[in-house]
């Protein structure tokens, strides 16, 4: 592929949901290449996030959930990619005909929301993942808004549409909303005797890679139940596949750490450290694992590595403050205290860090009085 968008060296990647189209190891593979990286999950070092069409069937994700994160990611400054733009990156698939049409002039002609606009570009029912948009993607545009009138969901119709082939095939035929079929969520073509169906999407990858994606999801769900022990045991088979994943041993450490298995969490957090040593939140909880211990020189080393690492993270730098506070470090931890409300001048911890300025405002002036 020549001409078309590439991936700028130092991005760094991150993937929500499985891939459907293409193992990660490969794209992985591809994203290093470029001298950039490719993770599972997203950090704070995340430029882009991949959203992986499997995560459409995940039954418990639910439309909601999906906006909820696509719609957090964007407000974190994060470029949120499709499959299809991810591949077009990669240089794996030929990007769409030139075209011309802007979001907005999409939205104003087919009627569509622009929401829906969004979220189905992400889940690839367009012929483009973005603007400018094309001629069929208008059509299809226009057809999508006719099925979210008589009731669909985007979901629904990302769903449906990915079962039939290329989704440009769908600009010559009629869609139907298949409610009046039993099928409230089904997405008929022309006179509803076909309902759009069939595999997902295809698959290049190998059992392993299968394996690896599934036990990673059915890690991050126990993780999400509280069910620290069982997560933890998963995201373990998980680095037995793949020793190299850091989100993995992070998150497993997160786990140990829950279940109140303080050694082990501590192992795989400096295990994250050891895989990717920029990886901020490590550093982070791992300092905060040291300070429940009462380890405070090393939770003080561990949180001044973090500010290092990312300087506009105000977590590491409220706790080093209080570090410095409880060890009488007054003057130090005011300093601290009026970097974070630099970072942050309006939350409750904001609050609590004026309330910690002015305290040692007033033992300085009595000190001095």
Not at 50 to 68: H, N, P, Q
Not at 92 to 103: G, Q, V
Not at 322 to 341: H, K, P, T
Request: hydrophobic share 45%; proline share 3%.
């Amino acid at each position: 592929m020549t001409g078309g968008p590439a991936i700028v060296p130092g991005a760094v990647f991150g993937v929500v949901g499985a891939l459907a189209a293409f193992p990660l190891r490969l794209a992985a593979r591809e994203v290093e290449r470029r001298h950039a990286e490719l993770r599972r999950g997203v950090t704070r070092r995340t430029s882009h996030v991949v959203f992986g069409r499997a995560l459409l069937a995940k039954e418990k994700s639910g439309d909601a959930e999906i906006e909820r994160r696509a719609k957090s990611e964007r407000q974190a400054g994060r470029a949120l990619v499709s499959e299809n733009g991810f591949l077009r990156l990669l240089g794996l698939m030929k990007a769409p005909d030139a075209s011309s049409l802007s979001r907005q002039s999409l939205i104003d002609q087919s009627r569509l929301a622009g929401d829906a606009l969004d979220m189905l570009s992400l889940f690839d029912a367009f012929e483009h993942d973005g603007e400018p948009y094309s001629f069929r993607d208008l059509i299809l545009a226009r057809k999508y808004a006719g099925l979210i009138a008589s009731g669909a969901t985007w979901g629904a119709i990302a769903r449906s549409v990915h079962r039939s082939g290329p989704v440009a095939s769908l600009t010559a035929k009629s869609l139907n909303l298949g409610s009046q079929h039993g099928r409230p969520d089904a997405i008929y073509l022309d006179d509803g005797t076909s309902e759009l169906d069939g595999q997902l999407l295809f698959d290049l990858g190998s059992p392993e890679d299968d394996t690896l994606e599934e036990l990673f999801a059915e890690a991050e769900m126990a993780e999400e139940e509280g069910r620290h022990d069982d997560a933890a045991a998963l995201y373990q088979r998980c680095l037995a596949i793949d020793p190299k994943d850091s989100i993995a041993a992070f998150n497993r450490a997160n786990c140990l750490r829950g279940a109140g298995r303080i050694a082990e969490a501590a192992h795989d957090y400096a295990r994250a450290i050891k895989l990717d040593p920029g990886f901020v939140e490590a550093w982070f909880n791992l300092a905060g694992l040291m300070s429940d211990e009462g380890k405070a020189g090393s939770a003080r080393r561990h949180l001044q590595k973090a500010i290092a690492l990312d300087k506009a993270y105000a977590d590491p730098v409220f706790n080093l403050a209080r570090l410095e506070f409880d060890a009488g470090n007054l003057m130090e931890a005011r300093r601290l205290w009026v970097r974070y409300l630099e970072l942050d001048a309006e939350s409750e911890w904001a609050r609590t860090a004026q309330k910690g300025i002015q305290f040692v405002d007033l033992h300085m002036a009595r000190t001095a009085g």
